[in-house]
């Protein structure tokens, strides 16, 4: 088993997520007592949220480096950042180290194309949702047509991410806004939405709504733990 190393703390919410599916995955599959072997480097959210604001992105990739670097050190075979929006330095980031990245557009673009989707709704922070560094990544290297909701929608989607969910709020009258802006951009041709900030999946689940949901973190989860037992 190789030693997965987890960047988290965007938030912490969302990592310990990530810890628990990682670790279930494994059980599952070996068995008996097994765990996974697994550094976690956590960062200081409020810093990194301050900064993507004021849209200092090089110190953001500063940061995550010096993380990326001491899981290395700390005998990791590679590594994941456990946010969507700052897969934006994910370049950078990577680019410190010698052990390889497991992309979470990459994780989530190869189980569309597994499920045969060409076409996928997006939810996320404005970041993920306007930019194109994610978009783009499953439109070139996977040839996925992305929608993304209104202006109007956006600031709705980003709001709760920051000021609910990354807090651990999760709230039933947003959880009715997100089913909305789910219905309309599948009823816009979406044949599933991709669930873009690690946080989303606390708040809307396959439950809630018709629509086909791909919950990135569990996506990017289960890819390591495969990636793992190679």
């Not at 990682?22 to 810093?47: C, M, P, R, T, Y």
């Not at 897969?87 to 410190?96: F, L, P």
Request: aromatic content about 6%.
């Amino acid at each position: 088993m190789q030693t997965i190393g987890l960047i988290g703390g965007m938030s912490w919410e969302s990592t310990a997520s990530y810890y628990q599916l990682i670790n279930q995955s494994i059980k599952q599959q070996l068995g008996g007592l097994h765990s996974a072997k697994l550094v976690l480097v956590s960062v200081d959210f409020a810093e990194i949220e301050a900064l993507q604001h004021q849209g200092n992105w090089q110190k953001t990739a500063d940061i995550l480096s010096t993380a990326a670097k001491s899981l290395e050190a700390a005998g990791a075979d590679f590594f994941l950042i456990c946010t969507n929006t700052m897969h934006k330095v994910a370049s950078q980031v990577s680019d410190a180290v010698k052990i390889p990245l497991l992309h979470i557009a990459d994780a989530t673009g190869a189980q569309l194309v597994s499920d045969n989707l060409n076409t996928i709704g997006l939810l996320g922070t404005k970041f993920t949702m306007q930019q194109g560094f994610y978009k783009d990544r499953l439109t070139d290297k996977f040839s996925i047509n992305v929608l993304v909701p209104t202006d109007d929608e956006q600031e709705i989607i980003h709001s709760v991410i920051y000021q609910e969910l990354c807090l651990g709020i999760v709230d039933d009258s947003s959880r009715e806004q997100y089913v909305e802006i789910i219905q309309n951009l599948t009823q816009r041709g979406a044949q599933g939405i991709i669930l873009g900030c690690t946080e989303i999946g606390l708040l809307v689940e396959k439950s809630h709504t018709k629509s086909t949901l791909y919950d990135t973190t569990v996506i990017h989860a289960l890819a390591a733990v495969e990636k793992a037992l190679k």
